[in-house]
Each structure stands twice: as structure tokens, then as C-alpha cells.
């Protein structure tokens, strides 16, 4: 197969060379208004046409080089005598497969474990580019099942205006779980 960056002949879709030169992931951080933090791993412009293939057969391949560059590395440098779980927003498999599913299975490590299946939305309106207000009038109705853990790092894979993880953060606090951060692939915010 060929790259889909530089189309040379790979073993992956996107070549080795490609992943160390295109998508080296960096730190970037934000807080809610809740004062949770958001830890993010690349500019949206970074990535913003590899994001638009999560809806096609080619994302699930994607997402996974995504997440083991940046989710699994940052899950293996985590180190802390705590023990965590980790919780992807609405990880409801569709078009094959669920993306913010691939991005928690990456955090597996001694310390946090990935559970599944666990926090739904129950309005499945898009927020793909509305405003904030819109998004604030069209809230996502999560349901959380239960589960014992209470350490909870919550996954998405884009933050815009952080309406969907402060929703997600108020159902966690309603069941009395602790969110300690969220991890996302990407924050829009960052220039």
C-alpha cells in the first residue's frame, strides 16, 4: 500500500518516516470552566483531514497510529502510584468501529485501565461545527452505567468549546466520580 501523506510505498497508511516528521505529538493544555484540565496532542490544522476519515473504513486505521503516537505514549510515561480508569465519551460503535474506543484501548498501562460502553449520549444531534450556544441548547443527555472505580480520566477526540466534556464531567460528579483530567486528540482552540 502507499502512504497517504507522501505516497510511497508503506507497510502502515501512513509510513514511519511520515509519523516522525508529520505527527510528533506536544503537550498542550487548557482548563474548563469546572477547572478540570484538558490535556490535547496536536493543532487541529495539524491533523484536521486525517480527523475527517472517522466516519470511513480508512479512520479506523488512522485513529489507531493516532492514538498509539500520542494516547499510548502518554499512558506509558504516566506514572503514579494511583490507580485510574479511563472512559471514552460516547464510545457507541458506529461505522464499524468507535474512534474515542481506539484512543482509551491506547492508555492500557499498570495504572489505568480502559473501560467501555460506560458513558452515552442520549441526544446524537452533531456539534461538528455549531456554535457554542447551539451546542448549550442541544445538550447531550449523558447516561453513565455503573461502575466502582472513582479516578476517572475522561477521553474524547477533539475539543472546540469543551460544552461536550463539561456535560460528560457533570454526569461523572452527579454519580460522585472524580474526574482527575481529560485527554483529547486535538484542541481547536490552539493556534
Do not use: W
Amino acid at each position: 500500500m502507499k502512504c497517504i501523506l507522501c505516497e510511497n510505498y508503506s507497510l502502515t497508511h501512513i509510513c514511519f518516516n511520515c509519523q516522525k516528521i508529520f505527527l510528533t505529538p506536544s503537550i498542550y493544555k487548557r482548563k474548563l470552566n469546572n477547572n478540570i484540565e484538558v490535556i490535547s496532542f496536536y493543532k487541529y490544522k495539524e491533523i484536521k483531514e486525517l480527523l475527517f476519515t472517522k466516519h470511513t473504513d480508512l479512520g479506523f486505521y488512522i485513529y489507531k497510529i493516532l492514538a498509539d503516537l500520542s494516547f499510548k505514549k502518554f499512558a506509558q510515561e504516566f506514572h503514579t502510584k494511583e490507580k485510574y480508569v479511563s472512559i471514552a465519551i460516547d464510545d457507541t460503535i458506529t461505522s464499524g468501529y468507535s474512534h474515542t474506543a481506539i484512543l482509551n484501548h491506547a492508555l492500557s498501562t499498570y495504572n489505568i485501565k480502559p473501560i467501555f460502553n460506560k458513558l452515552q449520549a442520549q441526544n446524537r444531534v452533531s456539534y461538528s461545527g455549531k456554535s457554542k450556544i447551539f451546542r448549550m441548547q442541544n445538550p447531550r443527555n449523558f447516561r453513565l452505567k455503573k461502575f466502582k472505580q472513582n479516578n476517572i480520566i475522561l477521553v474524547d477526540d477533539i475539543i472546540t468549546t469543551g460544552a461536550t466534556l463539561t456535560q460528560a464531567i457533570h454526569c461523572l460528579h452527579q454519580k460522585n466520580k472524580n474526574v482527575a483530567f481529560c485527554l483529547t486528540l486535538t484542541d481547536v482552540s490552539v493556534k
